[in-house]
């Protein structure tokens, strides 16, 4: 079963033989948000894996889970495996906020088959703690919402979702339910009852998937998992009322500005209203009392607004997917903009936004989810994205160009690229592509082209998604448009994150054969101009990377070019022409040499690639016969 990850590398490869050229949306290889969590929560005596208790009492009922805590595991307390990804960005219109996404890789983000694209078979599984159900008088059911793709990768029909029940009489797992692989859909509920054969003082029961086992894909999306006595079919009614995002920006046009560019014009910068979106999944009108606060300093400070200043309260009627607007209700509070002028001369600023709603004494079964915290970022970058990639993003060919709009609002010097790769099934760091700014596009007017001795490729980052691209020169702007991307200068696809809870879109262009195009799919892409010299808000985005030392000799060379590192890594090294065709590549563990007898006479570059972290170091070259 081949996803459209490997069909797009096929067109790639086979574009010289006629296919078009154009835009491209593709499956991440990884999920390095759960890898950069992995190797934190695993590293110290303190980690998630060493503090998760060995033997705990039995659960009882109710079961509830709908997975809206901000952990990227399943809470500890309810379930025995870590396998699935707790999000709030691959669901589409949840049930409540938060879900367990299924895809095709293990607890630390990677796939569970990368050597085998074609690999199939059991992937994620999600197994409940055991649960004491010895003193049911009544009737006992297990419900749960399922989606199948969400915004992610659809599981064809040979993948599927299954619940097995442990029966306990003989060890054994007893499939009860499955559902086969489809495009994407609304939430839908599945009801099943719990026979006396399985009701114990150990039950237990897991969801499992069916998948590609090489990739982040054949997603499925699980929300609300809710086990009781006293149950029937037709008691499919959640007591509970939800938010069913935590995406909330104070920002009109962007999700994050340069904190000296925004206070220049503060008020007209802020969104006029903050779309605050919840649901009632009972079958009765709620009357719901809502507020939202911000707070200074990432939550840590004082309160600087607080809306309503009263007490409100709406009637929110129960959700239908046949009226849902009458479900899903939007508040559209106005933010009160004078207060937002900068309370310190800080560079940076960070304001927690906090949505929290009660019910006025009425019963909710799930209060985790009437609270949600977000976070608005002010540092020295623009960016329309969320931070989230759920897929990605790249144009074909040789000398395709990739532009993302802005519109700069203050004179001030653009340093640097943040750009997230995301890496796919083969790794494309060895790829080349140089740096561009444009101040249009239609004409074409190229303010700022990276020189060919300093172009570079994709770096995937250890610790978090994005990474910073310097410029050669910085590049002083002043306000108006722009547009930020690249040239590419070989061949293979690059894949850019594409945050999909976000379209702005009509900010992406592509020129892939000489004329500028509009990006074909909804979404965001994940590259921001970075301005100025001062620290961004979350320092964990830029990694160190160790300047090192190579001599190249002799330069110019007629047979034999010979290099010296000043270290003892391990690095691949490649003859490179202006064209970015690699023509020769040979490795620093066999020799500390290149034979270019067969090279042609002219100006090249040698590609010093380090094979630990993937950083690379170009040094141009003359070869004379």
Same mark, same amino acid.
């Given at each position: 079963? $081949?996803?459209?990850?490997?069909?797009?590398?096929?067109?790639?490869?086979?574009?010289?033989?006629?296919?078009?050229?154009?835009?491209?949306?593709?499956?991440?290889?990884?999920?390095?948000?759960?890898?950069?969590?992995?190797?934190?929560?695993?590293?110290?005596?303190?980690? &998630?894996?060493?503090?998760?208790?060995?033997?705990?009492? /039995?659960?009882?009922?109710?079961?509830?889970?709908?997975?809206?805590?901000?952990?990227?595991?399943?809470?500890?307390?309810?379930?025995?495996?870590?396998?699935?990804?707790?999000?709030?960005?691959?669901?589409?219109?949840?049930?409540? &906020?938060?879900?367990?996404?299924?895809?095709?890789?293990?607890?630390?983000?990677?796939?569970?088959?990368?050597?085998?694209?074609?690999?199939?078979?059991?992937?994620?599984?999600?197994?409940?703690?055991?649960?004491?159900?010895?003193?049911?008088?009544?009737?006992?059911?297990?419900?749960?919402?399922?989606?199948?793709?969400? /915004?992610? !990768?659809?599981?064809?029909?040979?993948?599927?979702?299954?619940?097995?029940?442990?029966?306990?009489?003989?060890?054994?797992?007893?499939?009860?339910?499955?559902?086969?692989?489809?495009?994407?859909?609304?939430?839908?509920?599945?009801?099943?009852?719990?026979?006396?054969?399985?009701?114990?003082?150990?039950?237990?029961?897991?969801?499992?998937?069916?998948?590609?086992?090489?990739?982040?894909?054949?997603?499925?999306?699980?929300?609300?998992?809710?086990?009781? *006595?006293?149950?029937? &079919?037709?008691?499919?009614?959640?007591?509970?009322?939800?938010?069913?995002?935590?995406?909330?920006?104070?920002?009109? *046009?962007?999700?994050?500005?340069?904190?000296?560019?925004?206070?220049?014009?503060?008020?007209?910068?802020?969104?006029?209203?903050?779309?605050?979106?919840?649901?009632?999944?009972?079958?009765?009108?709620?009357?719901?009392?809502?507020?939202?606060?911000?707070?200074?300093?990432?939550?840590?400070?004082?309160?600087?607004?607080?809306?309503?200043?009263?007490?409100?309260?709406?009637?929110?009627?129960?959700?239908?997917?046949?009226?849902?607007?009458?479900?899903?209700?939007?508040?559209?509070?106005?933010?009160?903009?004078?207060?937002?002028?900068?309370?310190?001369?800080?560079?940076?600023?960070?304001?927690? @936004?906090?949505?929290?709603?009660?019910?006025?004494?009425?019963?909710?079964?799930?209060?985790?989810?009437?609270?949600?915290?977000?976070?608005?970022?002010?540092?020295?970058?623009?960016?329309?994205?969320?931070?989230?990639?759920?897929?990605?993003?790249?144009?074909?060919?040789?000398?395709?160009?990739?532009?993302?709009?802005?519109?700069?609002?203050?004179?001030?010097?653009?340093?640097?690229?943040? @750009?997230?790769?995301?890496?796919?099934?083969?790794?494309?760091?060895?790829?080349?592509?140089?740096?561009?700014?444009?101040?249009?596009?239609?004409?074409?007017? *190229? @303010?700022?082209?990276?020189?060919?001795?300093?172009?570079?490729?994709?770096?995937?980052?250890?610790?978090?998604?994005?990474? !910073? $691209?310097? /410029?050669?020169?910085?590049?002083?702007?002043?306000?108006?448009?722009?547009?930020?991307?690249?040239?590419?200068?070989?061949?293979?696809?690059?894949?850019?994150?594409?945050?999909?809870?976000?379209?702005?879109?009509?900010?992406?262009?592509?020129?892939?054969?000489?004329?500028?195009?509009?990006?074909?799919?909804?979404?965001?892409?994940?590259?921001?101009?970075?301005?100025?010299? &001062?620290?961004?808000?979350?320092?964990?985005?830029?990694?160190?990377?160790?300047?090192? !030392?190579?001599?190249?000799?002799?330069?110019?060379? !007629?047979?034999? @070019?010979?290099?010296?590192?000043?270290?003892?890594?391990?690095?691949?090294?490649?003859?490179?022409? /202006?064209?970015?065709?690699?023509?020769?590549?040979?490795?620093?563990?066999?020799?500390?040499?290149?034979?270019?007898?067969?090279?042609?006479?002219?100006?090249?570059?040698?590609?010093?690639?380090?094979?630990?972290?993937?950083?690379?170091?170009?040094?141009?070259?003359?070869?004379?016969?």
């Amino acid at each position: 079963m $081949y996803r459209l990850l490997y069909i797009s590398i096929i067109l790639i490869l086979t574009t010289s033989l006629g296919f078009a050229q154009g835009d491209t949306l593709l499956e991440l290889g990884i999920n390095n948000k759960l890898k950069s969590f992995y190797n934190t929560e695993t590293s110290g005596s303190n980690s &998630y894996y060493k503090s998760r208790p060995q033997n705990k009492a /039995l659960l009882t009922l109710p079961f509830i889970d709908d997975f809206s805590q901000q952990h990227l595991y399943p809470n500890q307390s309810l379930w025995q495996d870590i396998n699935v990804h707790v999000n709030s960005s691959f669901a589409d219109n949840p049930v409540t &906020y938060g879900v367990a996404t299924f895809d095709g890789l293990d607890s630390t983000g990677t796939p569970y088959d990368f050597a085998n694209p074609t690999s199939y078979g059991p992937a994620d599984t999600l197994t409940s703690m055991p649960i004491d159900v010895t003193t049911v008088l009544d009737s006992l059911f297990l419900s749960f919402y399922y989606q199948p793709q969400g /915004l992610g !990768n659809k599981p064809e029909t040979k993948d599927s979702l299954r619940l097995e029940f442990f029966r306990k009489r003989d060890s054994s797992w007893v499939r009860v339910w499955g559902t086969p692989g489809m495009p994407n859909q609304p939430f839908e509920l599945a009801m099943l009852a719990v026979d006396t054969s399985f009701q114990n003082d150990e039950f237990q029961f897991r969801f499992i998937n069916w998948a590609t086992l090489s990739g982040n894909v054949d997603h499925w999306n699980l929300d609300y998992v809710y086990l009781d *006595e006293s149950r029937n &079919y037709l008691d499919t009614a959640l007591n509970d009322v939800s938010f069913v995002t935590d995406n909330f920006n104070m920002l009109d *046009e962007f999700s994050a500005m340069p904190w000296s560019h925004y206070i220049t014009d503060s008020l007209n910068f802020m969104a006029p209203a903050m779309d605050v979106i919840y649901k009632n999944n009972h079958n009765a009108t709620y009357p719901v009392f809502y507020k939202y606060e911000v707070i200074d300093n990432g939550g840590a400070g004082s309160i600087i607004e607080t809306y309503p200043a009263t007490t409100s309260s709406k009637n929110v009627a129960p959700y239908s997917v046949l009226i849902e607007p009458q479900a899903v209700y939007d508040i559209n509070p106005t933010f009160i903009n004078d207060f937002y002028f900068p309370p310190n001369s800080n560079q940076t600023e960070v304001f927690q @936004i906090k949505n929290y709603f009660d019910l006025n004494s009425i019963s909710d079964d799930h209060v985790k989810n009437d609270t949600v915290y977000s976070y608005q970022l002010f540092g020295s970058y623009y960016a329309y994205d969320d931070g989230s990639a759920e897929l990605g993003y790249g144009v074909q060919g040789i000398g395709s160009k990739l532009a993302h709009e802005f519109d700069i609002k203050k004179a001030d010097t653009l340093t640097n690229f943040q @750009i997230y790769f995301s890496p796919i099934m083969n790794n494309l760091s060895a790829q080349s592509f140089r740096l561009k700014v444009w101040s249009s596009i239609s004409p074409d007017v *190229e @303010i700022y082209s990276q020189p060919v001795t300093q172009f570079t490729g994709p770096i995937y980052s250890n610790k978090d998604e994005f990474l !910073n $691209y310097p /410029l050669d020169v910085p590049l002083y702007l002043t306000p108006g448009t722009y547009y930020i991307g690249w040239e590419k200068i070989t061949e293979e696809f690059l894949n850019v994150g594409w945050d999909a809870n976000n379209d702005n879109s009509s900010k992406v262009h592509f020129n892939a054969v000489g004329v500028w195009e509009t990006a074909n799919f909804p979404g965001s892409l994940m590259l921001r101009p970075v301005f100025g010299n &001062y620290p961004d808000p979350i320092s964990s985005i830029d990694e160190v990377i160790k300047d090192i !030392n190579i001599t190249v000799y002799p330069n110019p060379a !007629n047979s034999t @070019i010979y290099f010296d590192i000043d270290n003892n890594d391990s690095y691949t090294i490649k003859l490179i022409d /202006l064209n970015g065709k690699t023509l020769l590549f040979e490795s620093s563990n066999i020799t500390n040499s290149l034979n270019v007898s067969m090279i042609s006479s002219g100006i090249y570059f040698m590609r010093f690639t380090n094979n630990t972290n993937q950083q690379s170091t170009f040094k141009k070259v003359v070869i004379s016969k």
